[in-house]
């Protein structure tokens, strides 16, 4: 049995509640991140699969740790936490009489350096922080409102997605996936994992592989974790045997979420994205990336505009405290690459199914 207890993460952060892994995901699932009573309410994904912690945020900083550590992660639910964090700071600077126009550039400068690649977090942090006048007191209010809408178009998006994307599927399918773009990196549902799921249910999918997703293991610890929860039949390969696996013939179909989509179709998503791109080349296997339109930046020209987050070489170097390499020893630690377009089959967004050359008849 996972042992379960709580704990505190970061300044002015609340656990809520804490229960075995067990229980979250049985039946509907919970929101991962959601607006309860004034605070931003969200799973600690670090704890998963062995702990169930919920953590209601009352800070702005206590947000931004949240991201930085990955405690709340990937593109569309960063994207609700950056609108979320922003109507954080200006309930409290109304409530403490403190200017809000200063509160709210200061949360939206602060959210938006923890994590650059997501272009959704800086996509979420200005669609809010636009709405403030200060001008007009009832500005607030709907500045909240606005985020708080987010959230449950957020669901609506990552639903609809995984009904559009299902059709690219066909019976029988062995799929094989990267990282998390299930429903803890969105708002509920997923995007690679709703497009799964809804093949699931169509009965189209015989199996997934799931990344480990060094080195964090956002594969083994929550894609495998999710599988489970819908009851698909599922494996976990190392990563440096993935492009193996599909050379073997055993994958029909690579879905994968993102992190930005240039406006070439060029992909950034998590490290060893683009290994997996070119095996499924050379093999003939489509590869498809699920996202929201708000993860497509047409203001980015192509992939080589995408800035490539660096994390702690200690992530590398170390494990529980425990030192792996050798003293003196360095490491590189990107968390994403990119994946040209050329190597992209398809992109599924809640409008459609489109060629990477496609994107722009997406828009309105």
């Not at 049985?26 to 969200?42: A, E, S, Y």
């Not at 979420?124 to 178009?153: C, F, Q, T, W, Y």
């Not at 993935?242 to 490290?271: F, M, P, Q, W, Y």
Request: with cysteine.
């Amino acid at each position: 049995m996972p042992r379960c207890f709580g704990g505190v993460a970061g300044p002015s952060a609340t656990m809520v509640h804490f229960g075995c892994g067990d229980d979250l995901g049985k039946g509907d699932f919970v929101r991962t991140i959601d607006w309860v009573d004034g605070r931003v309410r969200l799973i600690d994904q670090t704890r998963l699969p062995m702990e169930e912690v919920w953590l209601d945020l009352e800070s702005v900083e206590s947000l931004a740790e949240a991201i930085s550590s990955l405690r709340v992660r990937g593109a569309p639910a960063l994207g609700v936490a950056g609108a979320l964090g922003v109507a954080l700071a200006a309930r409290l600077a109304r409530e403490k009489g403190e200017d809000i126009g200063e509160a709210v550039s200061n949360a939206a400068e602060l959210l938006a350096s923890t994590r650059p690649t997501a272009v959704n977090l800086a996509w979420g942090i200005n669609r809010v922080k636009k709405i403030h006048d200060p001008e007009r007191p009832e500005s607030v209010d709907e500045l909240i409102n606005e985020a708080r809408s987010m959230v449950a178009e957020d669901e609506e998006i990552n639903r609809l997605i995984g009904e559009v994307g299902v059709d690219m599927f066909e019976a029988g399918s062995r799929v094989m996936t990267h990282c998390n773009a299930g429903a803890l990196a969105c708002v509920a549902h997923g995007t690679a994992l709703s497009v799964v799921e809804a093949a699931y249910k169509r009965g189209l999918v015989a199996e997934v592989t799931a990344t480990e997703t060094r080195p964090l293991l956002q594969g083994s610890r929550l894609t495998a974790w999710e599988l489970g929860r819908m009851g698909v039949a599922h494996r976990v390969t190392i990563d440096s045997g993935a492009a193996g696996l599909i050379a073997s013939g055993e994958i029909d179909v690579v879905v994968t979420g993102a992190d930005r989509v240039a406006a070439n179709g060029d992909v950034a998503n998590k490290v060893g994205t683009y290994p997996l791109a070119l095996a499924a080349k050379a093999k003939g296997v489509p590869f498809i990336v699920a996202a929201p339109l708000s993860t497509i930046d047409f203001d980015t020209p192509d992939g080589s505009a995408i800035p490539i987050e660096l994390r702690a070489e200690s992530e590398i170097l170390e494990m529980n405290g425990i030192r792996l390499a050798p003293e003196g020893t360095r490491a590189y630690n990107p968390a994403f690459d990119i994946t040209p377009a050329e190597y992209v089959s398809a992109i599924a967004t809640e409008a459609g199914v489109v060629r990477p050359d496609e994107l722009r008849s997406l828009l309105p």
